[in-house]
């Protein structure tokens, strides 16, 4: 699954399995200004599903609490 964040950037979903750990792994994907294919970016982290639901909750909690702060320059 490849989720648009803007016209140039995107983060793709997947999942894979290594021995007996199924992982799921989140990749940072980028386009030049008139391509339409979506190319890898170096970023990205792969975890296993557990910690994945882990985070899916902090996530979920983050955004409905909507609690953000200014990040300083």
């Not at 140039?8 to 386009?31: H, L």
């Not at 599903?49 to 899916?56: E, F, G, M, N, Q």
């Not at 979920?60 to 702060?69: A, L, P, T």
């Amino acid at each position: 699954m490849i989720i648009k964040l803007t016209e140039g950037t995107a983060v793709k979903v997947t999942g894979f399995k290594t021995g007996d750990t199924n992982y799921v792994s989140i990749r940072k994907m980028y386009r030049k200004k008139g391509d339409t294919e979506w190319k890898h970016a170096k970023d990205g982290i792969s975890i296993p599903v557990d910690a994945a639901k882990k985070l899916r909750v902090a996530i979920k909690k983050q955004v409905e609490e909507g609690s953000f702060e200014a990040l300083s320059k």
